[in-house]
């Protein structure tokens, strides 16, 4: 059976559709748990992938990224908020975005600390860079 390309459906299979008609859990689940739209078009290279643990109680402190971020909460859990923005609390399973250039006022371990993936979108020649700004 041929892959469908990306961004296309893929075709039902007999085994799923029989299992949904039957009011059964199908076998594979697939949902979006975001779907980003970037300001403008990035010519993106690579993409690194970081394991990022953060002890319990430890603050990131305001922090800006040089080009998008994506993230999902492995384990424990955060404070998070985009300056400007209300904050919210990421928990397991939770996925963020940290757009280039915005000043993350928050991302601050919970009491049971927290680990997550953060996939960083690197144009050709860039490295994945943070900076704390002195102006809190």
Do not use: K, W
Not at 114 to 132: D, I, S
Request: charged fraction near 15%; aromatic fraction near 6%; proline fraction near 10%.
């Amino acid at each position: 059976m041929q892959s469908p390309l990306a961004g296309e459906p893929a075709a039902a299979t007999p085994a799923a559709t029989a299992a949904t008609a039957e009011g059964a859990t199908p076998p594979v689940s697939r949902v979006v748990l975001l779907d980003q739209r970037l300001p403008q078009v990035l010519a993106t290279e690579r993409v690194e992938i970081r394991r990022i643990t953060i002890a319990p109680g430890q603050a990131a402190g305001l922090h800006v990224h040089n080009g998008p971020v994506f993230g999902s909460i492995e384990t424990g859990s955060a404070v998070y908020q985009i300056e400007g923005e209300p904050p919210a609390v990421l928990a397991p399973g939770d996925v963020f975005y940290e757009p280039a250039g915005a000043r993350i006022a928050r991302f601050d371990a919970q009491q049971d600390g927290v680990t997550f993936l953060g996939y960083f979108l690197l144009p050709e020649g860039t490295t994945a860079e943070l900076v704390f700004p002195d102006d809190h």
